[in-house]
Nanobody, 126 residues
Framework: QVQLVESGGGLVQAGGSLRLSCAASGRTFSTYAMGWFRQAPGKEREFKAA????????YYGDSVKGRFTISRDNAKNTVYLQMNSLKPEDTAVYYCAASTYYSSSRYYSTTDMDYWGKGTLVTVSS
């Protein structure tokens, strides 16, 4: 079992920054690919970023490339999402997820991920 707990969400003005954190349980954290997804009201949950188990490789969805940075600290069992130049359309609940089957960085669908956090709300005002 892997438990994931997100934190760091909140209200920010357009153009601002936030850093999300996701603390994970489990002794083999460094073997999991980790991802960040988001779900806006009335929309499906969508992939935004992934990082390989070692942290050496990352992959981003088109709408956040160049603005968001995913990273991880395997000593702390934590993955981060640094979000810069935020836009109102970034408003959503952000979820971190773990894939205990895959360890690479690539696009992941929601069905690829085994474990999910409960999410943290990010609201970007215009």
């Amino acid at each position: 079992q892997v438990q994931l707990v997100e934190s760091g969400g909140g209200l920010v003005q357009a153009g601002g920054s936030l850093r999300l954190s996701c603390a994970a349980s489990g002794r083999t954290f460094s073997t999991y690919a980790m991802g960040w997804f988001r779900q806006a009201p009335g929309k499906e949950r969508e992939f935004k970023a992934a990082i390989s188990g070692s942290g050496a490789r990352t992959y981003y969805g088109d709408s956040v490339k160049g603005r968001f940075t995913i990273s991880r600290d395997n000593a702390k069992n934590t993955v981060y999402l640094q979000m810069n130049s935020l836009k109102p359309e970034d408003t959503a609940v952000y979820y971190c997820a773990a894939s205990t089957y895959y360890s690479s960085s690539r696009y992941y669908s929601t069905t690829d991920m085994d474990y999910w956090g409960k999410g943290t709300l990010v609201t970007v005002s215009s």
